[in-house]
């Protein structure tokens, strides 16, 4: 089982590495990949204690933005049926939106797709929604609301920080619904304590990449590299799989 702890080791590094770089996307990278491994659920729980890990060193590090308050409403929302639904849903089920999920986000972000509208407010309060439930379903939080960002033509900088901020209060909430409704276990928090090394090296690498690399063609990369993890996580989960 020591190559199972490598994979693990570069694959943390790896998906925060972009997180600190993009202010998103590492949840898109984990997500999918650890339920090929530790099924679905955990894949997800996993994914969220790492992340609330990260929201520690940016609460320290990183300029917040709570700007747009109403994505916070939203999402606290979004967590509370999410968290209904998760007790309920098949494993399988959970698979599949996993994947889903990924590849119909990396499509997005790859066609740029989008649709300015007036109506700001209710936009981000329903994509909040969206992301709350997603957060606790799939572990992915992030993309609901970069494409509402992105949609509303705000810039990279304000993106980076208002994104940064947001999941720091989500992923925090999540985990504390996650550990309220008995779902963390001891050998998941074990793996979070292996992985903590590789987070903080992460953030340390990622902040001397953006000194010199171009955050958006790396993005795409990354989704390319999403897209594809999202069919294999669709396919493993298929019924006649």
Request: proline share 3%; glycine share 8%.
């Amino acid at each position: 089982m020591w190559y199972f702890y490598i994979i693990i080791g570069l694959l943390v590094f790896f998906a925060f590495t972009v997180r600190v770089i993009t202010g998103f996307g590492s949840a898109m990278i984990l997500t999918p990949v650890l339920s090929l491994f530790l099924g679905p659920k955990n894949a997800v729980i996993i994914s969220i204690l790492m992340e609330s890990v990260m929201a520690v060193v940016f609460i320290v590090k990183e300029k917040l933005n709570f700007e747009i308050r109403q994505i916070f409403s939203g999402g606290i929302v979004g967590i509370i049926v999410g968290i209904i639904l998760f007790g309920l849903l098949p494993t399988r089920i959970l698979g599949l939106i996993i994947g889903i999920s990924v590849l119909t986000f990396s499509v997005i972000f790859l066609l740029n797709i989008n649709f300015r509208t007036k109506r700001e407010g209710l936009l981000f309060t329903v994509l909040g929604l969206i992301s709350g439930s997603m957060g606790v379903l799939t572990g992915i939080n992030g993309p609901p609301i970069v494409f509402g960002l992105v949609n509303q033509q705000y810039d990279a900088t304000f993106i980076r920080r208002c994104l940064i901020t947001y999941l720091i209060v989500i992923d925090i909430i999540t985990l504390a619904s996650f550990s309220i409704s008995g779902y963390v276990t001891v050998d998941l928090v074990l793996l979070l304590i292996y992985s903590i090394p590789f987070i903080l090296i992460a953030y340390v690498v990622g902040k001397y990449i953006l000194t010199f690399t171009d955050p958006e063609k790396l993005k795409r990369i990354i989704l390319f590299t999403t897209l594809f993890v999202g069919i294999i996580a669709i396919w493993k989960f298929l019924p006649w799989w």
